[in-house]
């Protein structure tokens, strides 16, 4: 019974720790449990290729995210 109620554990997205701007990649990637730098690297692909709107998003998701501290 115990294992049931771990295994449905509802995850935060939460501004991460490792922080380079404003925490955003390194929170998305503790939440997927993925290395940040993957996620940097995958947004900053994103933004090339949608002309720049992954920083429309970035910012949008920095003001949604909750900081862990």
Avoid: H, Q
Wanted: glycine content about 8%; charged content about 20%.
């Amino acid at each position: 019974m115990a294992e049931k109620n771990e295994s449905k554990k509802i995850k935060k997205l939460r501004l991460g720790k490792n922080k380079i701007l404003a925490g955003v990649c390194s929170g998305v990637a503790d939440y997927f449990e993925v290395d940040p730098a993957l996620i940097r690297i995958l947004w900053v692909l994103g933004t090339i290729l949608s002309i720049g709107a992954g920083i429309l998003v970035y910012i949008i998701a920095w003001l949604i995210m909750k900081s862990n501290n």
